[in-house]
């Protein structure tokens, strides 16, 4: 007679959040996969498993995907590192991130990965992978990479205090465009027209307040340079994802490509979800972002976009800074806030207030799409991770849906030691993440505890959603619009 499976971990109790719909099971998990999807059963009667974890009234979602953090690693270690970074983010359920390239240096080469995996070696709670980026100046770079190693390039349009590679040419842009077609990989940008600041910095003294602020980075920034994108992925076919998109009339033009067969995809960030300008007189330099923060409206349309399927994916666009450096005069402070920890929060907080109508297991269905699925599929993860299925990573976040809970000065995890969020009141405790099977963070009346540092590079494979699949140009519907001169 054949002996009963020893699982490694037993996840008992829980309502599991699958592609199929919400219900309640066990889940069994065996050499850090996920073996086994039971019929719920009493602790006697269950299998057998090495370790249990008690799920019992609460909701068992995929582990969080977040591609979009900034940990700072390398040259920039003051203002966040992998160490207390992924500590953030396990808090937050997120098992899986896709860090930045703008570094000190940035990571323009294979070279460049290789170092920064090795100063992230033992130091992460988080499974990762890295968005490659593009000097303007070595564009034929891009094609060094092995598709498992770089299969997304992130493009800044504009500059800021962190970005030291941007494309200010449309000749150059059409040549990323070009490689990116031939090679077969994702392009994601940040879409503010840097010419358009320009000009306007030619007519106007900085700001000296923070009021001011958007009035200097306004929305036709990302208008003009969100028009353009929609018009080069039309016409060259490639796999486009525009990141923190921040006003309505954006959110319009990308869901209106999209609709017409446009490979393009965007992303929508938890503080534009959160945050509107007239939050800056209380929060001033804690927000002070790029993009700017917008207005009611503009928070509305994302807020739909993110219900609708409109956005792809919401990310944190995790951007640690000092507390110093936020002091700084008005016109010398970077933008950028922490916000990985609270992205689950964020956005779990917004679903209920603004659909409370709708059953918990649907809108925890937005929560799995947005934050685990849809950003698996996208940039080449969805064989292993971004759903509770059986044979995928056992990548799982256990949250009690109805818990409040308030982002205080001792929960915060990150090294710039504040957030935007303290004081504010946040939905849906995370209460244990387990990553690869691995129990990485665990809540309960004794505090908080976190696992080992063994979090893994992840190599791409199979890039692209279901009907993001790069096409050629004939047929593509274009929106013509005039090309921006050149600056500097």
């Not at 994702?186 to 320009?198: G, K, N, Q, R």
């Not at 009021?211 to 920034?221: D, K, L, M």
């Not at 256990?398 to 000065?409: I, K, R």
């Not at 849906?428 to 063994?454: C, H, P």
Request: aromatic share 6%.
């Amino acid at each position: 007679m054949r002996s009963p499976q020893l699982y490694d971990l037993l996840l008992r109790g829980g309502t599991i959040v699958t592609p199929d719909g919400a219900r309640p099971a066990d889940v069994a998990v065996l050499d850090g996969r996920i073996a086994a999807l039971l019929p719920p059963a009493a602790p006697a009667a269950g299998p057998a498993a090495k370790a249990t974890l008690d799920a019992t009234g609460r909701h068992v979602l995929p582990g969080l995907i977040d591609s979009h953090v900034h940990f700072r690693t390398p040259g920039l270690t003051h203002k966040e590192e992998w160490r207390t970074g992924s500590m953030a983010a396990v808090a937050g359920g997120v098992t899986t991130v896709i860090d930045m390239p703008n570094t000190v240096p940035p990571l323009i080469t294979p070279e460049d990965l290789a170092t920064r995996r090795r100063l992230i070696e033992g130091q992460s709670l988080v499974d990762y992978r890295c968005h490659a980026g593009v000097d303007p100046s070595r564009v034929a770079a891009m094609r060094d990479w092995d598709r498992a190693e770089a299969d997304s390039f992130k493009v800044f349009l504009s500059s800021h205090h962190t970005t030291p590679t941007v494309v200010r040419d449309v000749r150059t842009l059409r040549r990323i465009f070009a490689i990116a077609a031939d090679t077969g990989v994702t392009l994601l940008f940040h879409a503010e027209d840097d010419t358009v600041f320009s000009l306007l910095d030619q007519r106007q003294a900085p700001p000296v307040r923070y009021s001011e602020y958007e009035r200097h980075r306004p929305r036709t920034g990302g208008i003009v340079a969100t028009a353009q994108l929609i018009n080069l992925t039309a016409e060259f076919g490639v796999r486009t994802h525009v990141v923190h998109v921040s006003t309505r009339e954006e959110t319009d033009l990308l869901a209106a490509a999209a609709s017409a067969g446009i490979p393009i995809t965007f992303e929508v960030t938890g503080h534009h979800l959160t945050f509107v300008d007239a939050d800056i007189r209380r929060l001033g330099p804690r927000i002070r972002l790029r993009p700017a923060i917008r207005d009611e409206a503009d928070r509305d349309r994302l807020w739909e976009a993110v219900r609708t399927g409109e956005a792809a994916t919401v990310g944190s666009d995790h951007s640690p800074h000092t507390a110093l450096e936020k002091a700084r005069p008005v016109p010398d402070v970077p933008p950028g806030l922490p916000g990985v920890q609270e992205l689950f929060g964020t956005l779990w907080r917004g679903l209920r207030s603004r659909w409370p109508q709708e059953a918990t297991e649907t809108l925890m269905a937005v929560v799995a799409e947005r934050l685990a699925l849809a950003p698996a599929r996208l940039f080449g993860l969805a064989d292993r991770k971004g759903s509770v299925e059986v044979g995928k990573d056992a990548d799982l976040v256990v949250v009690d849906a109805e818990a409040p809970w308030t982002m205080t000065p001792g929960r915060i995890h990150t090294k710039n030691g504040w957030s935007a969020y303290e004081g504010s009141e946040l939905l849906g405790a995370v209460e244990a993440t387990v990553r690869r099977g691995e129990v990485v963070y665990r809540q309960d009346g004794s505090g908080e505890v976190f696992g080992e540092r063994n979090g893994r590079w992840l190599p791409a494979r199979g890039s692209g959603a279901a009907g993001t699949a790069p096409g050629g140009p004939a047929g593509r519907p274009r929106l013509h619009t005039a090309a921006a001169p050149s600056v500097g």
